[in-house]
């Protein structure tokens, strides 16, 4: 089970940093990444953290300005967003898989999900 937290209100420009902590594994056991939803558009792809190597993926909209880290001990896994845009303002989903996929940046490889945060960033 998955909870997803942080979300807020930000300025653009801002930082802000979203939490999902695991409840039955240690994050480290997952693959883990972040989705996220604007209105009206499809769930997309946003950044991916592998298992065991720790490798890092991005979308090319946040590289550079977003990064992923994880706290073993605390099973949790961190969405560090800086330099925010109002195009980033989105209802932001973490996710799991047991195992990494080479097609990790399609929401249905991932079996495990959270509630949702909602990021809005005011221009």
């Known amino acids: 089970q998955l909870q997803a937290s942080g979300g807020g209100l930000v300025q653009a420009g801002g930082p802000l940093r979203l939490s999902c902590a695991a409840s039955?594994?240690?994050?480290?056991?997952?693959?883990m990444a972040w989705f996220r939803q604007a209105p009206g558009k499809e769930r997309e792809f946003v950044i991916a953290?592998?298992?065991?190597?720790?490798?890092?993926y991005y979308s090319d909209s946040v590289k550079g300005r977003f990064t992923i880290s994880r706290d073993n001990a605390k099973s949790t896994v961190y969405l560090h967003m800086s330099s925010l845009k109002p195009e980033d303002a989105a209802l932001y989903y973490c996710?799991?898989?047991?195992?990494?996929?080479?097609?990790?940046?399609?929401?249905?490889?991932?079996?495990?999900w959270g509630q949702g945060t909602l990021v809005t960033v005011s221009s």
């Open positions: 996710a799991a898989r047991v195992y990494w996929t080479t097609n990790y940046r399609s929401p249905t490889e991932y079996g495990y």
């Open positions: 039955e594994r240690t994050v480290s056991t997952y693959a």
């Open positions: 953290i592998r298992e065991r190597s720790g490798m890092r």
